[in-house]
């Protein structure tokens, strides 16, 4: 599903942020990407989205190589690709029902089709009933909930959390992981950065570890128990 | 694009606009007051070209024959005169008894009794005329020396001081209209400009999370764009209505109350005035908030 090799990215001072990363996620993996603030964790997330463009090296994601895709080319892309966030960017001008719907039109998709997939994608996240309320009137927990869901209705191959649980107490950020689960198990393959030890350590998936933009250590069934 | 997709970007257009509705009233009230400026400026600037024209038109050459000019002759330099069609608007012939008329009209208009003693020696026996009238007092100069070089014109009376301040005139209020006009638009330009990227700043947020979740560059333009096309319009039609009655009114209070200009002054319709001014309004006003939406939107739109 991801493939980087020898991919680096330096911005205009300092060190590079990420230094020399090669990698391989298959289809239907849940990875974990763990390090402190600075490890290159979200210059990663955005290399892969193709936000911003590698200094050296190549990066393929969903058999698309992204160094020779055209500016053009990036909507239709990315539209493989589910995405949440810390502070979960939600549109807070309107209701839950249009902020699913929002994803769907973007991507043109077929109103009679959006009728039936947004309750679906809300009652997946078991805030089906929610739909008239406004994000400002919900908990963290439920709104990171319908930002998930918002990133599942258009069915993505893949989906990358980045700090999804950030901002959450720990008993949302647990069901918050149980929803990434689930959806890993549905096929979908879930690539969570975040720095909370707990779960990483609770979950036993597969653990990459960044450390000034290198990768330290890249183990299955890990948790952060294995830092050095 | 789809027809869905598309009514969905009008949907969104409309809304954005109640969403935003402080910037929205902004764009629009800028909107209105450079219409509105235009217009009455246009209102202004038409009506003095037309008061211009009108006095350009009351500017005659009067040509007068040398003594003994036969019928024949003077028929011959009236064609002639006439077949200038391109400075001469209106040739008229005052024979000698008609000029006298019209002398008496003007000096003996109170004692008529006066004038009566020389019916049957017309003291202005020579003084039969054409008045002509033109096109373009700008070329009258050329004209009256053609007209001098004809055989059995005695002399040709002009003033050529009107003619030169009216052409200047005319000439100072086109570059002048001209000057207004480019400013105004500047003007409108940059204030639509500043407030739709101050739109675009409120909505980052928005415009991100579409490009993330895989907009096109289009999809996420259209609304804005509309937005944009709705303000124009309704920042254009809004004060170019509320003109027409204000003209109508003031039209018709000068008329009333300063009654002694109307022999100088004549307003043009409504109607004229509007049949320009409605359709280059809009214009002007759809194509602002068309371009200052799509242009600013892009500069805005690398995500």
Same mark, same amino acid.
């Given at each position: 599903m991801?493939?980087?090799?020898?991919?680096?990215?330096?911005? $205009?001072?300092?060190?590079?942020?990420?230094?020399?990363?090669?990698?391989e996620?298959?289809? !239907?993996?849940?990875?974990?990407?763990?390090?402190?603030? !600075?490890?290159?964790?979200?210059?990663?997330f955005?290399?892969?989205?193709?936000?911003?463009?590698?200094?050296?090296?190549?990066? $393929?994601?969903?058999?698309?190589?992204? !160094?020779?895709?055209?500016?053009?080319?990036?909507?239709?892309?990315?539209?493989?690709? !589910?995405?949440?966030?810390?502070d979960?960017?939600?549109?807070?001008?309107?209701?839950l029902?249009?902020?699913?719907?929002f994803?769907?039109? #973007?991507?043109?998709?077929?109103?009679?089709?959006?009728?039936?997939?947004?309750?679906?994608?809300?009652?997946s996240?078991?805030?089906?009933?929610?739909?008239?309320a406004?994000?400002?009137?919900?908990?963290?927990?439920?709104?990171?909930?319908?930002a998930?869901?918002?990133?599942?209705?258009?069915k993505?191959?893949?989906?990358?959390?980045?700090?999804?649980?950030?901002n959450?107490?720990?008993?949302?950020?647990?069901?918050i992981?149980k929803?990434?689960?689930?959806?890993?198990?549905?096929?979908?393959?879930?690539?969570v950065? $975040?720095?909370n030890?707990?779960i #990483?350590?609770?979950?036993?998936?597969?653990v990459?570890?960044?450390?000034?933009?290198?990768?330290?250590?890249? #183990?299955?069934?890990?948790g952060?128990?294995?830092?050095? | 694009?789809?027809?869905?997709?598309?009514?969905?970007?009008?949907?969104?257009?409309?809304?954005?606009?109640?969403?935003?509705?402080?910037? %929205?009233?902004?764009?629009?009230?800028?909107?209105?007051?450079?219409?509105?400026?235009?217009?009455?400026?246009?209102?202004?600037?038409?009506?003095?070209?037309?008061?211009?024209?009108?006095?350009e038109?009351?500017?005659? *050459?009067?040509?007068?024959?040398?003594?003994?000019?036969?019928?024949?002759?003077?028929?011959?330099?009236?064609d002639?005169?006439?077949?200038k069609?391109?400075?001469?608007?209106?040739?008229?012939?005052?024979?000698?008894? /008609?000029a006298?008329?019209?002398?008496?009209?003007?000096y003996f208009?109170?004692?008529?009794?006066?004038?009566?003693?020389?019916?049957?020696d017309? +003291?202005?026996?020579?003084?039969n005329?054409?008045?002509?009238?033109?096109?373009?007092?700008?070329?009258q100069?050329?004209? *009256?020396?053609?007209? &001098?070089?004809? /055989?059995?014109?005695?002399? @040709?009376?002009?003033? =050529?001081?009107?003619?030169?301040?009216?052409?200047d005139?005319?000439?100072?209020?086109?570059?002048?209209?001209?000057?207004?006009? @480019?400013?105004?638009?500047?003007?409108?330009?940059?204030?639509?400009?500043?407030?739709?990227?101050?739109?675009?700043s409120?909505?980052?947020? /928005?415009? %991100?999370i579409?490009?993330?979740i895989?907009?096109?560059?289009?999809?996420?333009?259209? +609304?804005?764009?509309i &937005?944009?096309v709705?303000?124009g319009?309704v920042?254009s039609l809004?004060?170019?209505?509320?003109?027409?009655?204000?003209?109508? =009114?003031?039209?018709?209070?000068?008329?009333?109350?300063?009654?002694?200009l109307?022999?100088?002054?004549?307003?043009?319709?409504?109607?004229?005035?509007?049949g320009?001014?409605l +359709?280059?309004?809009?214009?002007?006003?759809?194509?602002?908030?068309?371009?200052?939406?799509?242009?600013?939107?892009?500069?805005?739109?690398?995500?």
């Amino acid at each position: 599903m991801i493939r980087m090799e020898h991919v680096s990215k330096a911005y $205009t001072t300092g060190n590079p942020a990420v230094n020399d990363i090669t990698l391989e996620i298959n289809q !239907g993996e849940f990875v974990f990407i763990i390090g402190n603030s !600075g490890a290159g964790k979200t210059t990663l997330f955005k290399l892969l989205l193709k936000e911003l463009e590698p200094t050296s090296g190549t990066i $393929t994601v969903a058999g698309q190589d992204l !160094g020779a895709m055209k500016r053009r080319e990036i909507p239709k892309f990315r539209r493989n690709i !589910g995405c949440v966030f810390q502070d979960f960017r939600l549109l807070q001008d309107r209701n839950l029902y249009d902020n699913i719907a929002f994803a769907q039109y #973007v991507i043109e998709e077929n109103p009679r089709v959006i009728k039936r997939a947004v309750p679906a994608a809300l009652a997946s996240v078991g805030l089906a009933e929610k739909y008239k309320a406004l994000p400002s009137e919900l908990s963290g927990g439920e709104q990171q909930r319908v930002a998930l869901a918002r990133a599942l209705v258009n069915k993505p191959q893949l989906l990358m959390a980045d700090e999804p649980t950030g901002n959450l107490d720990p008993q949302n950020a647990w069901e918050i992981m149980k929803l990434l689960e689930k959806i890993n198990e549905d096929g979908t393959t879930v690539l969570v950065v $975040t720095h909370n030890r707990e779960i #990483v350590d609770a979950m036993k998936k597969r653990v990459i570890m960044l450390e000034e933009g290198k990768i330290v250590s890249d #183990v299955s069934e890990g948790g952060y128990s294995h830092e050095a | 694009m789809k027809l869905s997709a598309f009514m969905y970007s009008v949907r969104q257009g409309l809304k954005n606009i109640w969403r935003n509705k402080i910037f %929205s009233l902004a764009s629009v009230a800028t909107m209105i007051c450079c219409i509105m400026m235009f217009g009455i400026f246009y209102a202004i600037v038409a009506n003095m070209n037309h008061v211009v024209q009108e006095a350009e038109q009351g500017v005659a *050459v009067v040509v007068y024959f040398d003594e003994g000019t036969t019928e024949e002759q003077v028929a011959a330099i009236g064609d002639q005169i006439r077949a200038k069609t391109d400075i001469v608007s209106e040739v008229e012939y005052v024979s000698a008894e /008609e000029a006298w008329i019209e002398f008496v009209g003007d000096y003996f208009k109170d004692n008529p009794e006066l004038a009566s003693g020389f019916e049957q020696d017309n +003291p202005l026996a020579n003084s039969n005329h054409y008045s002509i009238y033109l096109n373009d007092v700008a070329k009258q100069d050329e004209l *009256v020396k053609e007209i &001098e070089q004809m /055989e059995g014109v005695q002399r @040709v009376d002009s003033n =050529q001081m009107v003619a030169d301040v009216l052409s200047d005139f005319n000439a100072v209020l086109g570059y002048f209209s001209m000057g207004i006009v @480019v400013l105004l638009l500047a003007v409108a330009v940059f204030l639509i400009s500043n407030t739709v990227a101050v739109g675009i700043s409120v909505r980052k947020n /928005e415009i %991100s999370i579409m490009k993330l979740i895989g907009a096109t560059d289009f999809f996420v333009r259209a +609304p804005f764009v509309i &937005e944009g096309v709705v303000i124009g319009l309704v920042g254009s039609l809004l004060p170019i209505t509320i003109l027409y009655f204000i003209y109508k =009114q003031v039209v018709q209070f000068v008329e009333m109350r300063f009654g002694f200009l109307t022999g100088i002054i004549s307003f043009l319709p409504a109607g004229q005035i509007f049949g320009v001014l409605l +359709p280059v309004g809009l214009l002007i006003g759809i194509g602002i908030g068309f371009l200052g939406s799509f242009l600013t939107i892009r500069k805005h739109l690398r995500v």
